[in-house]
């Protein structure tokens, strides 16, 4: 299982909410510890569903999601959070 552990954002979007401002997401596990650019994993996650979770409780899976723009991005399963979990992850 990998883990989303960290997100960088886009130039000028640190404080955002928004999930389309996420630029890289940091995975950790199955010997994979590096950024990766948030369409890259949209694509994995496409052909490797449940492959990837956020290091936060209650661990939701990432999933795909397409913007209202046609951006590829990513974001966590609906919980009882009120914002996404992904979001709350460490930025850098």
């Given amino acids: 299982m ?5 997100i960088h954002m886009n130039s000028g979007c640190q404080n955002s909410n928004y ?3 996420i630029d890289t997401i ?5 010997n994979t510890n590096q950024f990766y650019k948030k369409g890259v994993l949209h694509d994995h996650l496409k052909n490797h569903p449940n492959t990837i979770k956020v290091n936060i409780s209650p ?3 990432l999933v795909p999601a397409i913007s209202s ?9 609906p919980n ?3 914002n996404d979990n ?7």
């Fill in 2 to 6: 990998m883990y989303a552990t960290k």
């Fill in 19 to 21: 999930l389309t401002d």
């Fill in 26 to 30: 940091y995975l950790e596990g199955d």
């Fill in 59 to 61: 661990y939701p899976y």
């Fill in 69 to 77: 723009k046609g951006e590829k991005y990513v974001r966590s399963e």
């Fill in 80 to 82: 009882d959070s009120v």
């Fill in 86 to 92: 992904l979001l709350k992850l460490p930025r850098v």
